[in-house]
């Protein structure tokens, strides 16, 4: 008999069902008035929840001046967080605002402030192009401007030796690499203050992912084109496992992919809604045309669920 295997932690983060919720909630408080609610840029990278805000009428902004001349009354900050320049920005137009930034972020935000006002170097170890660091370096800089963003192992040579540092990663970095630059870094620094800033939602999924990898013959990680714990995500399952794919939708599934595997495993990024997850299963298993027995697979340890 076939088994799908599904990561415990598949699918949203606390974060992004907070974000949702701040959402959801702003809406229902127009009460008839024509208020205009927006986003400053997609809320999840899932295209289905964007859907359905857009049912709401709350539509996707690509930037402040969109906002302002679609005389946007409310904007809605994004998980990610957003600049200080932004935030600012959105002030001086006078806009309402909704902060649905994640508090893990918010916590990374207020220790790279901390770290410039007491003068160290702070390097941040993620996507310098990823909202979220954007986010955090735009605080930091306030204050300081030393400053440094590194997304690999590879790039703390590029830093002087013997500064006094502090570190923290992006909410979603690989917690395992992190360690590494950290213990790197350690090495050439004079003194290095380390933020653990990855949030336990993204070592959860990404444990439970590379369990999963190992324990399939095949893989589907459901998630957004543009998120990046969902590409994380990929990356750890495709080193254990060649045969991984992934989808945003149920309607992407391939039945070449799984067909003829014992063990076909399922994870999903922190933006995808549980129905999709669900969905993705009920079309492997018709495609698969007999009974298949499900098991929720953990880091730690594989329970039977049915
Ligand atoms: S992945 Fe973590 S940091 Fe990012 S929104 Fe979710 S809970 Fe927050």
């Known amino acids: 008999m076939a088994k799908i295997l599904l990561a415990e932690s598949a699918g949203f983060c606390f974060g992004v069902e907070r974000a949702i919720a701040l959402a959801y909630e702003t809406a229902s408080h127009q009460n008839g008035h024509s208020h205009r609610i927006a986003t400053l840029g997609p809320l999840i990278h899932n295209p289905e929840v964007v859907s359905s805000l857009e049912e709401r009428e709350i539509y996707s902004m690509e ?16 998980s990610h967080g957003v600049t200080a320049e932004a935030e600012k920005k959105a ?15 918010l916590t990374s935000q207020r220790y790279a402030v901390s770290a410039a006002k007491r003068g160290q170097w702070v390097v941040i170890v993620g996507n310098p192009s990823h909202p979220e660091i954007l986010g955090i370096v735009s605080r930091a800089a306030l204050y300081t401007d030393k400053i440094r963003v590194i997304a690999c192992l590879e790039e703390v040579e590029q830093i002087p030796s013997g500064l006094d540092a502090a570190i ?18 350690g090495k050439k620094s004079s003194s290095i203050k380390v933020y653990h800033t990855i949030c336990s939602a993204t070592e959860e999924r990404q444990r439970d992912s590379a369990k999963l990898a190992e324990l399939s013959d095949c893989v589907i990680v459901i998630g957004g084109k543009n998120s990046a714990n969902t590409a994380k995500l990929v990356d750890i399952c495709k080193k254990i496992q060649s045969h991984t794919y992934t989808i ?12 003829g595997s014992e063990k076909i495993g399922v994870t999903a990024g922190a933006s995808t809604p549980r ?26 340890e594989v329970c039977k669920q049915h």
């Open 63 to 78: 930037n402040l001046e969109q906002a302002a001349s679609r005389k946007v009354d409310t904007l809605i900050f994004r």
């Open 91 to 105: 002030k001086e137009l006078g806009l309402k605002t909704v902060d649905a930034t994640c508090p893990y972020v």
């Open 168 to 185: 923290l990663a992006q909410t979603t970095f690989p917690p395992a690499l992190y360690d590494q630059i950290v213990e790197t870094l």
């Open 248 to 259: 945003e939708t149920a309607s992407e599934l391939c039945s070449e992919w799984f067909l």
């Open 275 to 300: 129905s999709t997850i669900e969905e993705v299963i009920a079309r492997v298993k018709d495609a698969i045309g007999m009974p298949v027995e499900m098991e929720i697979v953990t880091g730690v």
